[in-house]
């Protein structure tokens, strides 16, 4: 057997074991709706807040209770969009959506995250919610680096993304509402535009 022989096998078997430890069905459809999802959510939030007789955000107000539950919804909505289709991938592909790769993904991208929504849950009750729009990028940045490496590593670069916004927004607490739209919204469609055309389309 030649040595280019030799190379090629082994290049195989570092592609299959990279499969096997990876869970890589992520759809990018999924982002780019995230993405819609949060935008919609974000204009209806603004017009709501713009056209309440305050003009902003009260802790224990009507308005805030408002914004939390389309918070929510977004969240809801886009976790229930990526099952889906990220379940509907994996079968074409022939690939199981509940096996170790993807237990490591959820797992590990939960600890950040759900630790993160405890602390900002925390600090709301501590009625000092300025920073809540930099906690969540920055925590939802962490969560996403964490579970890059059980998954395609492209997520990775979205999650630094948000990460540096979420500091940017530490440091300019008054676009707080615009770099979130940027981060969760904008960057998601972008994010999820490539990796579509990057993977899903082939």
Known sequence: MEPKDYLKDISEIKNLMNKSSRF??????????????????????YYIVTNSTRGYLILDGTIFKISVGILIAIAVL??????????????????????????????NFLIPLVSGG???????????????AALMLIFYGLALINASKYSIGDIRYLGITQLILGLICALFPGYGFWLWVI???????IYGTIMHFKYDSN
């Open 24 to 45: 890589i069905s992520l759809s990018g459809l999924s982002g780019i709706l995230a993405g819609i999802y949060a935008l919609i959510g974000a204009a209806i939030a």
């Open 78 to 107: 886009s976790i229930v969009t990526a099952i889906y289709l990220t379940t509907k991938k994996a079968k074409k592909v022939g690939e199981s959506i509940w096996d170790s790769s993807s237990k490591r993904l959820i797992i």
């Open 118 to 132: 405890a602390y900002i849950l925390i600090i709301l009750d501590q009625q000092r919610y300025g920073q809540t």
């Open 183 to 189: 981060g969760f919204g904008f960057m998601h469609i």
